[in-house]
């Protein structure tokens, strides 16, 4: 009977510790704004703005859109840069919209 609660202790804290593993890899996801996956989090839509023009400080916005992912809201921003890229910045607007 010990054994048998020592090998269920000891399950319950490999499944705890693997679980708590496989969390911290999804916190570790860079939020650089180039995909859904990638979105920056804001609280105000003029965090948006900043971070685009320090991001990307010769850079014109040609388009402002409201676009959904697996029915979240994000603002999707195209930039054109100086040399006439064209780049994205995704905000997760969650929060706020």
Known sequence: MKGLKKTGMMMVCL???TSCASIKKKQNVSRDG???ENAINVNRISEC????SNACVDCQIKEQLLVFNDKRPYNLF???K???EVISYYFD???IY
């Not at 703005?49 to 685009?52: L, N």
């Open 34 to 36: 180039s995909s859904f």
């Open 15 to 17: 499944l705890l510790m």
């Open 82 to 84: 100086n040399n006439g």
């Open 78 to 80: 195209k930039l054109k």
């Open 49 to 52: 703005y900043s971070y685009i």
């Open 93 to 95: 607007i969650s929060k």
